[in-house]
């Protein structure tokens, strides 16, 4: 079995699996049952100055039967004493010595304060600090959170002070709701951060009830923006990682957060340089329960392709992102429809017909045979007929050699390399004409 | 089988709420789909069902019954398997069907629940149009011309309108009330209908309406021809279902052994309501093989979960009996004569046409639809042809649809 085991910036857990700060973390009760069934460690629930919270706190968006494809909160840190906080990491790091336990941080932006809080939180024997620079509602109107992670000065300013006392390693936990988060990234790192962990949850309003018109979730009738998370955001999550760990000035480690829910997920954010894994949706949704396949689908897929340890997995995918610029331009694909699986539904025809490029032809569908076929000179290997086929491997998107060395955008632009003939050239008002 | 209103439940029930989400989004919203192809009134069917995943009923049930009238009883009596479902890609893909029966039916509950009106009569052109017959073909053809404008007198010789929707579908797929709140949504419309008036003769109609279409139906079920089809106890299965559907179920005499003769769809329809009316057997002889049953194959497998008996290549030879009957007698190639016991034999060989009168061909006010025209079909078939006749007196009075 695959060693799961994990080092992130010296904190070691028994896999790489940790509970994301959030409603999950806010005792010791839910942290010792998620240690029991499974979980690495565990991201306490931000503690600070207690806050009230308001009672109707999350909204979701479901995708036809799914539920909660989408989930917001407008929910705030931690409403628990300090001191009651600080008890209970204290206990349960006594009592599960090998699991990963930190401590999300949040307080006002004074030094004195800061150095405070850092102290008291080193003396539970937490293995970690996490600075909550990122949470988008509420604590950002009273200059805490995003209100911080939104501005690189701030940032690397505070984590200075933390670190001026700090012991244990320090996680900046950065906000997406940024045009580059790169530079709130290269701030943290400047302040002396020992690791990064992204994202926090995305500016939001999830819905509005059309009865009433009140945006949810609705407080007697009026809501505010809340952060957005679950599988929804797990793709701006993998680009953000992958952005972060691909920046030169960005040598830390780095854990991954958003939309996690299936070790696929995981293994996704693994290879696009994730360290560390965080999860929280998944499990308001379906409980801790789901670390158990998390772990197990993780090491199996592990086994099957030869990788012993997650580094051999680490950042694999991370070369492969690159600029647009840097793809080859005569690298040439076509569509091919396996007509024996074929179940003529014909979306490929009307997705491309009318949502790209025209390249698919219609045929009777009393004529016995196919009923769609590609249009080879028109086709431009977009993969929007694959996408859409439900008949899983029934459109696969073949290349087509030629004989033409690769050229990217950026030599071609360059005046260097050939561009191979293709079919766009059909795909123009001319084509359409002689259809 | 004590209680009868549960042996009488509805036998596809209605998709709760979630369940007619999840599968709504199922479906793959097919272009050109084959599902719509199938059904005879063409109802645009990933369409009605894409409206139900984004949770808009009203408009789901108007797209269904813009093109089929009878959007009500068809989802609950038409065959699917055979037109709609059977035709659905998903079946190519190794699984089952979408549901497209019980999600028109969640559709189109939703409005005759609510009592929405989806539609209105048109701005009156003037002209007048006869109607014979207020089954789903005369009324189909009545809803659209009414919404374009023309008046609409329909005679009934029956005392209720609806055809065999109201008198003669099994009574665990279509019960009368839904029936006839379908039929009342088109009369709603501004429909005039007589009741209680049989038709004899057009010649009179002619004189006083644009257009006639005559939607009659099929006429009494035929006979066998063999000696004591008139004891006591020998039932035509029309007889025997009407009665059922227009009174108090314990009303129906049913016998402890039933001799259905006959292997069609109402055949089937006579055998299980002959069983969960509490025929302690009930069971269907038929001249010919499994094979050339005229049932659809659902059907048989129902008569078969119901626990009813099937004798094949038996022919029925006499019916025996002093006064009531106490068998029938048959004639297999295996064992040649015997009796089968029985105290009630129902007769389910077919409808003939009807003699009272038969409409003129080619006259280019007259026009005909549903079994009456196709010889005995399904609703759908009824609803498509008075749609289609609708269209073509509309054009005849020189309107353009609209």
């Known amino acids: 079995m695959a060693d799961l085991r994990t080092d992130f910036a010296g904190i070691k857990s028994p896999n790489p699996f940790w509970l994301a700060s959030g409603p999950p973390t806010n005792t010791y009760g839910q942290v010792a049952k998620a240690f029991d069934e499974g979980w690495g460690g565990a991201v306490w629930k931000t503690i600070g100055e207690p806050i009230i919270n308001v009672f109707s706190r999350y909204g979701s968006v479901d995708l036809g039967p799914t539920r909660m494809m989408g989930f917001n909160n407008i929910e705030l840190i931690s409403d628990r004493p300090i001191a009651d906080n600080l008890k209970e990491i204290a206990e349960v790091k006594r009592n599960y010595p090998k699991h990963a336990v930190i401590a999300s941080l949040m307080v006002e932006s004074q030094r004195k304060t800061w150095h405070e809080m850092v102290k008291q939180t080193e003396d539970t024997g937490a293995d970690g600090i996490e600075l909550n620079f990122g949470c988008p509602h509420g604590m950002s109107e009273r200059g805490m959170g995003s209100a911080v992670g939104q501005v690189p000065d701030y940032t690397c300013q505070i984590v200075e002070w933390v670190k001026e006392v700090a012991t244990i390693p320090v996680i900046v936990k950065l906000t997406p709701n940024v045009t580059d988060i790169t530079y709130i990234a290269r701030a943290a790192v400047k302040g002396g951060a020992d690791a990064l962990s992204l994202i926090n949850t995305i500016n939001s309003i999830v819905a509005v009830d059309l009865e009433t018109f009140e945006p949810q979730p609705s407080v007697r009738g009026k809501s505010s923006h809340g952060g957005y998370c679950g599988p929804a955001v797990k793709p701006i999550a993998l680009h953000l990682v992958s952005a972060v760990a691909k920046d030169p000035q960005v040598t830390i480690p780095i854990s991954g957060i958003g939309g996690i829910g299936s070790w696929r997920d995981a293994a996704e954010f693994i290879a696009l340089g994730a360290g560390s894994l965080q999860v929280c949706t998944a499990v308001m949704h379906y409980g801790f329960r789901i670390v158990e396949d998390l772990i197990d689908g993780l090491s199996n897929w592990m086994d099957e392709r030869g990788h012993r340890t997650l580094a051999d997995v680490r950042g694999r995918a991370l070369p492969r992102v690159t600029k647009w610029e840097e793809l080859d331009l005569n690298y040439h694909l076509l569509a091919h429809i396996d007509q024996d699986t074929c179940i003529k539904c014909e979306l490929c025809w009307t997705a491309c017909e009318d949502g790209a490029h025209q390249a698919i032809r219609r045929l009777p569908r009393d004529n016995g045979g196919p009923v769609v076929e590609i249009i080879e000179e028109a086709c431009v290997g977009c993969n929007l007929c694959a996408l859409v086929c439900p008949v899983h491997d029934c459109i696969t998107m073949e290349p087509v050699p030629n004989d033409f060395a690769p050229v990217t955008w950026k030599e071609y632009a360059a005046g260097k390399g050939k561009l191979a003939p293709r079919s766009e050239q059909f795909h123009t008002a001319t084509w359409s004409k002689n259809r | ?402």
């Open chain 2, 1 to 402: 089988m004590g209680d009868l209103t549960k042996n009488f439940a509805d036998i596809a029930p209605p998709l709760t709420p979630d369940y007619a989400l999840l599968e709504a989004n199922k479906c793959l919203f097919c272009h050109d789909a084959p599902c719509t192809i199938a059904c005879p009134t063409h109802i645009d069917v990933p369409v009605f069902i894409k409206k139900i995943a984004t949770g808009n009923l009203r408009g789901s049930a108007r797209v269904i019954l813009e093109a089929n009238p009878f959007g009500h009883s068809c989802a609950r009596a038409c065959p699917v398997e055979v037109l709609c479902e059977g035709a659905c890609v998903l079946n190519d893909r190794d699984e089952q069907p979408i549901k497209i029966a019980l999600l028109q039916r969640h559709a189109t509950d939703y409005v005759l629940e609510r009592k929405v009106k989806l539609f209105e009569a048109g701005k009156p052109t003037g002209k007048k149009v006869a109607i014979v017959g207020a089954g789903p073909a005369g009324l189909a053809c009545a809803r659209d011309l009414r919404r374009w404008g023309h008046a609409v007198t329909v005679f009934e010789a029956k005392p209720q309108p609806g055809g065999l929707n109201t008198y003669g579908i099994a009574e665990y797929k279509l019960k009368a009330d839904v029936a006839l709140a379908e039929a009342q949504d088109i009369l709603d419309l501004g429909v005039e209908l007589k009741l209680g008036v049989t038709v004899d003769s057009l010649e009179p109609l002619l004189k006083t309406y644009d257009a006639v279409f005559v939607g009659v139906g099929l006429g009494q079920t035929k006979r066998l021809g063999i000696l004591g089809e008139g004891l006591e106890g020998v039932v035509d299965a029309l007889t025997f279902i009407e009665h059922l559907k227009t009174h108090p179920y314990h009303e129906t005499k049913v016998g402890k052994r039933v001799v259905v003769i006959g292997a069609g769809n109402t055949a089937i329809d006579a055998v299980t309501q002959a069983k969960r009316l509490g025929a302690e057997q009930a069971t269907i002889v038929y001249r010919r093989g499994e094979a050339d049953m005229p049932c659809y194959d659902y059907e048989y497998e129902l008569a078969k979960r119901d626990g009813c008996e099937f004798r094949f290549h038996a022919v029925p030879k006499r019916v025996v009996g002093n006064g009531r009957v106490t068998g029938l007698e048959i004639e297999t190639p295996e064992q040649g004569r015997e009796t089968i016991p029985c105290d009630m034999v129902i007769i389910a060989i077919g409808q003939g046409a009807r003699r009272e009168f038969a409409p003129p061909q080619g006259h280019p006010k007259i026009f005909v639809g549903g079994d009456c025209a196709n010889g005995g079909a399904e609703i759908v078939n009824a609803a498509a042809e008075g749609v289609a006749a609708a269209r073509r007196i509309n054009e005849l009075l020189g309107r353009t649809h609209g």
